[in-house]
């Protein structure tokens, strides 16, 4: 199934995914490098929501760029299968190889800013991210790895510390918590 096909046929939870939804779908059908980074508009990225088998904990890595504790994700960089992505950046950023997908299908919806910032020595303009997350399960006693091009830590948190540890307010408030709520 297409990436279009799949956000078309996803629910939104609350008002927050069907603005998004609806605005990755048009996205999509005007844009043809929808995602590649290359897009300095807007491009397509995947995450994964990471919990513990109990889902009373969440994965999550001290981001460089952000200086904040976030969920794990990437670009898509020309992968239309956005839940391999999500996978791939799963063991990337934290070494954890035997994380069990909940489900193929998507998980939440997010369209995110992206403040200009300087990657690998070269500004990279605001942007936004048309992002599409899904759900893991790993084992909270798999050794973790600190993936230093990528974050400075990588640790566990209880879903209530979760909503504390992050440095940007609105992916609290809008991400966040949706994620534990849906997780519920």
């Known amino acids: 199934m297409s990436l ?8 939104p939870l609350n008002q927050q995914e069907e603005c998004d939804k609806e605005q990755m779908i048009s996205y999509i059908m005007h844009n043809a490098n929808y995602l590649e980074r290359e897009n300095q508009i807007a491009h397509f990225t995947a995450s994964m929501w990471t919990v513990n088998k109990e889902r009373t904990k969440t994965l999550m890595v001290y ?11 990437g670009h898509a960089d020309g992968v239309e299968d956005l839940c391999s992505v999500a996978m791939r950046e799963l063991q990337e950023e934290t070494g954890v190889g035997n994380a069990v997908l909940v489900s193929p299908e998507i998980f939440s919806l997010e369209v995110l800013t992206v403040n200009g910032h300087v990657r690998k020595g070269i500004y990279v303009p605001s942007h936004l991210h048309m992002n599409v997350t899904y759900l ?5 006693n798999e050794t973790l790895v600190v993936n230093k091009e990528e974050n400075q830590g990588v640790k566990w948190w209880s879903f209530e510390d979760a909503l504390k540890v992050p440095d940007e307010p609105w992916f609290v408030e809008w991400i966040y918590k949706k994620l534990i709520e849906r997780c519920r």
């Open 4 to 11: 279009l096909q799949e956000i078309k046929n996803y629910k």
């Open 63 to 73: 981001h460089n760029i952000y200086n904040s504790w976030s969920w794990i994700g």
């Open 136 to 140: 893991a399960e790993a084992d909270e």
